[in-house]
Structures are given as structure tokens and as C-alpha cells.
């Protein structure tokens, strides 16, 4: 088949994108089925003309228009392609920014009679009941926060119960934008390791990291770990700067080709004082993106071990055009690769073959670090000891299952129990131990708010809910770095890569213990 020339496609391109914000006729030529551009950019306004006019349902032919550019977005068959318009956009916009709509919602519940009012903010553990008069009762918490932050005004109202009471207030809660934080503040671990996440590259995700890196030398790190876990990506420059902290100015981090084989090379920019700390990267299924470009430039540097399981395998780079002011369109428009030239893209699952089986996976091929060490050229990085993360347990299965749409409510009744905790005084140290009679004053509590959960199926959940009411309980009395410290005794993946850090003196020691570690099949 013929392909179609470059210089149509813009032509066409022009057109249906200046139909879509004008709806404009653009020509006189006599449409037909074949012919040049602009006749099949008739027949295209006399097909939306004639569905506008006879169609059995009344879409407007704005709509349209609409419809017809994400069609045509949707035809290219690109995963990552998107017409973003009005909220999609505005959220696309938050989300690069690094701001969110604040709708006043407290993670931390405060003390009973703590800011009461009907203009308090909204608490943990109040129950939404409904959103600007639309019934909320029983939605999940993921569903009201999204209705909360995605209405159109500047304010919303809310009712609410407040937990223990009978009575519903009705709160006017103000959307605000606020900045969420890239990285987290970090935490300084036992023997001098230092962990932090760093959650999306959003714009200055690379000035955070640093401040909270300097700040852990400071107070005497000899050592990080990087949890880039989870990390969808982002922008690719905040990848580079982020990968740049860690290199020599002029290492390259990553090439791009794009269409017509064009590349372009992103080398590290200014550098951080950081060359004495050992680094140990996480990363998991869900580090995507501009993420995994961190992760390869490193691995590829030899400049950090990787630790987790293989990432996502997004190999390829995403272009935004504004095309209005509530609108832009969202394309593939370059492949990326590691300095080792390695492509980390995943096919797609539902590649088949011609027989009906999976096409078979080529032969992975062998490329290089610069010191030499072979690292295979597969979908996303692969870790240089892989360890798998703590499976749900048992006891949280039952719990789930038992509580079904219950579940949230016992999360508030969770989280109230454990301000009642720190009120009371009987906790007073950071490694205090989840007692059975706190379990007990807990399971009372829910019994009291008519959370169905019976005896036998709490007991059966003892180990998982002690750990969370110790979650809590920390959170309230020490605050969230010491929450961190006690989370991170059941993370199998931070524990991996800490013996890996305190068993090493120097960055090449610590990636030689993993791939030793892995080699004898220590990987867990």
C-alpha cells in the first residue's frame, strides 16, 4: 500500500484541526469519495452537516466535531495518544505542574471539637453523604474525592457525618490549587541510609530531590535509597535533570529517534555533590516513563544498583500541542533509548500470531554498562536483584472480602480510634507494640458504628489490622517519617536494598553484592 505524503497529511491535519475550532467551511470543491484533500475535507463537513441535520438524536454540531477529532486520535492506535479537552486538559495541566485541586479533605484527623464548624474543613473521618445535593451514600472514597475536585465552580457543598455523630453538617468547601510535592521530605534510616520517593516528574521534581537528598547529607547519610516505585513519569526534562544529579556533566542519559530517524541526545546537566553516596534505585511495574529513563541512565552508568521487579516498559516519548485554550493534543512522537542503546518498550499483550499464539520473544541482546557488566535488552528495566514485594496477606484477604462496602467505614473508624489513642496518653513510644486490648478497644468501636465485620473473621485479620492501627497510631503520636521507619520493616523490597547498602563500602560494591545475589538465585 502506498503511503500517504507527508505534506497531505499536514494538509488534512490543518483542516480537520481548524473544522474542530470552527467549524469553519473551508471549501467550495465538490465533495466525492475520492480526490484531493480539500474535497475529502468536504465530504468530511457534509457528513457532520448531514448527522447534525437528520440524525434520530440532537448532537450539536460542536460535538461533532469533537467526536470526530478523538475518533480520529483514537484510529492511530497509540496507547498514549489523547485529545485532551476542557477538565482532561486542565488535570493534564495540574498534573505536569505539580498542583492538585485542595478540597480541604485532612489526612490526619484532628481532635475531637478541633475546628468545628460549618466551615471546617473535611476530615478523614467524616461520611460524604452528598456533593452539591447528588447522594453520595456508599461511594467508594476514590469516587468522592473525584467528584469533590472535578466539579466546574470554585466552591462545593458538602454533606457530612461526622463519625459518632447522628447529626449531618453541611460544609462549603473551596477548591484550591496547591502544590503536591514530587519527593517526599526523606528519612534517615538506621546505619546512616537515607529513603526517598520520588512520586511523578512533574516540574521541579529535580530541585525537590535535591533539597531533600542535601538535606539527608547533612544530618549525616552515607547512603540512599531511591524508591521510584509506582512512578508513572512525566516530563522527560525533569528525568534528565533528576538523572543529571547523579552524573557528570555531559553523560548522556538518554537518545531519542523520532520520525525520519531524526535522534537527539540528553546529556546530564549540572551534577550534585553526591559522588561518595551509594545509591540503591526501587523500581517496580509501575515505574513508567521519564521514571525509567532515571533508572536506565543509572544502571547504565553503573552509578546505582536497581532493586524490585521489572518496570513497565514505556519506551517511547509523548509530544503535548496546545490547540486552544481548553484543548491539546497529545501524540507519539519519538522512541527513547538508554546511553547503552538499549529500547525498554513493551509489546503489547495482545500481539498474536498468525496461528493464534503469542509471537515468541526474540532472543534478548547483550548490552554493556560502562564498566563492562552485561545487562540484557528486554521490556523495561530489569533489576539487578529482583525481589518480588510482600504479597496481600491472608488476614488482609479476609478482611477485605468480609467488609466489602463496609470498608471505608472502617478506615474512619480506624483512624478516629487512633486519635482516641493519642489523646489518652498510653502510648509514648515509637516502637511501642500493638496490644490485644487496643485491637480489642478497635473492634469494639466498628461493633458501635455497625461495621459488619464478626469475631472470628477479625481474629483471622489480627496480624494485618495490628499492623495498620500501628500505622495509624504512629502517624498521630510521632508523625509520618516515623511511620515510614515502621512501614519500612515489612517492605521486602527496602529491605533488600538496605543489607545491600550497610554490607558495602562503595557504589561498585553494593551493585557487585546484587548481582551476585541474584546469580545464586537469591532473589525472593
Not at 475531637?112 to 452528598?130: I, K, Y
Not at 550534585?272 to 545509591?279: F, K, P, T, V
Amino acid at each position: 500500500m502506498k503511503s500517504f505524503p507527508r505534506a497531505r497529511w499536514i494538509a488534512l491535519t490543518s483542516v480537520v484541526a481548524l473544522s474542530f475550532l470552527s467549524g469553519a467551511w473551508l471549501t467550495r470543491a465538490k465533495p466525492s469519495a475520492g480526490g484531493s484533500v480539500y474535497q475529502q475535507a468536504r465530504l468530511f463537513e457534509n457528513v457532520v452537516g448531514a448527522i447534525n441535520r437528520h440524525y434520530i438524536d440532537s448532537i450539536g454540531e460542536g460535538d461533532l466535531y469533537q467526536r470526530a477529532a478523538a475518533a480520529l486520535v483514537t484510529s492511530l492506535n497509540d496507547p498514549y495518544a489523547e485529545l485532551l479537552v476542557r477538565e482532561n486538559y486542565r488535570e493534564y495541566q495540574r498534573q505536569m505542574s505539580g498542583t492538585k485541586l485542595d478540597v480541604g479533605v485532612q489526612d490526619v484527623p484532628v481532635e475531637s471539637g478541633a475546628g468545628a464548624g460549618d466551615t471546617a474543613a473535611l476530615e478523614a473521618s467524616d461520611e460524604v453523604l452528598s456533593i452539591d445535593g447528588r447522594r453520595t451514600v456508599g461511594w467508594s472514597a476514590s469516587r468522592v474525592d473525584e467528584a469533590l475536585r472535578r466539579g466546574a465552580g470554585p466552591s462545593v457543598s458538602v454533606l457530612v457525618r461526622p463519625v459518632g455523630s447522628d447529626r449531618p453538617v453541611v460544609r462549603r468547601i473551596t477548591r484550591t490549587a496547591v502544590h503536591v510535592p514530587a519527593a517526599s521530605p526523606g528519612v534517615l534510616l538506621d546505619g546512616g541510609v537515607g529513603y526517598v520517593v520520588l512520586h511523578r516528574m512533574s516540574d521541579h521534581a529535580a530541585d525537590e530531590l535535591r533539597a531533600a537528598v542535601d538535606g539527608l547529607k547533612k544530618a549525616g547519610m552515607q547512603a540512599l535509597v531511591l524508591d521510584l516505585r509506582s512512578n508513572p513519569g512525566g516530563l522527560i526534562r525533569e528525568g534528565v535533570k533528576v538523572a543529571g544529579l547523579f552524573l557528570d556533566p555531559g553523560d548522556t542519559v538518554a537518545v531519542s529517534r523520532g520520525r525520519d530517524a531524526t535522534t537527539r541526545a540528553y546529556l546530564a546537566g549540572e551534577s550534585a555533590d553526591w559522588d561518595g553516596i551509594r545509591l540503591v534505585l526501587l523500581v517496580n511495574r509501575g515505574t513508567a516513563s521519564s521514571a525509567e529513563v532515571i533508572a536506565g541512565a543509572l544502571q547504565d552508568h553503573d552509578r546505582a544498583a536497581i532493586v524490585g521487579t521489572p518496570s513497565y516498559g514505556k519506551g517511547v516519548l509523548q509530544t503535548t500541542y496546545p490547540l486552544g485554550e481548553e484543548v491539546a493534543l497529545k501524540l507519539t512522537t519519538a522512541k527513547w533509548f538508554t546511553p547503552s542503546g538499549r529500547w525498554v518498550q513493551r509489546p503489547p499483550a495482545q500481539a498474536i500470531g498468525a496461528a493464534g499464539n503469542r509471537t515468541p520473544a526474540l532472543e534478548p541482546q547483550a548490552f554493556r554498562t560502562v564498566a563492562g557488566r552485561p545487562i540484557p535488552d528486554q521490556s523495561g528495566i530489569l533489576p539487578d536483584l529482583t525481589v518480588r514485594s510482600s504479597l496481600r496477606s491472608d488476614g488482609e484477604r479476609v478482611l477485605y472480602t468480609a467488609l466489602g462496602d463496609d470498608l471505608e467505614r472502617f478506615r474512619r473508624v480506624l483512624s478516629a480510634y487512633a486519635a482516641e489513642l493519642r489523646a489518652d496518653g498510653s502510648v509514648t513510644d515509637e516502637d511501642f507494640k500493638v496490644t490485644g486490648d487496643m485491637r480489642e478497644g478497635l473492634y469494639l468501636r466498628l461493633q458501635a458504628e455497625g461495621v459488619s465485620i464478626g469475631r472470628e473473621t477479625f481474629e483471622d485479620a489480627s496480624g494485618y489490622v495490628a499492623d495498620q492501627l500501628g500505622y495509624e497510631i504512629t502517624r498521630e503520636l510521632f508523625g509520618t517519617e516515623s511511620v515510614v521507619r515502621r512501614q519500612a520493616q515489612a517492605d521486602r523490597q527496602l529491605q533488600a536494598a538496605l543489607r545491600l547498602l550497610r554490607g558495602s563500602r562503595t557504589q561498585q560494591e553494593t551493585i557487585t553484592s546484587a548481582v551476585a545475589a541474584q546469580a545464586a538465585g537469591r532473589s525472593r
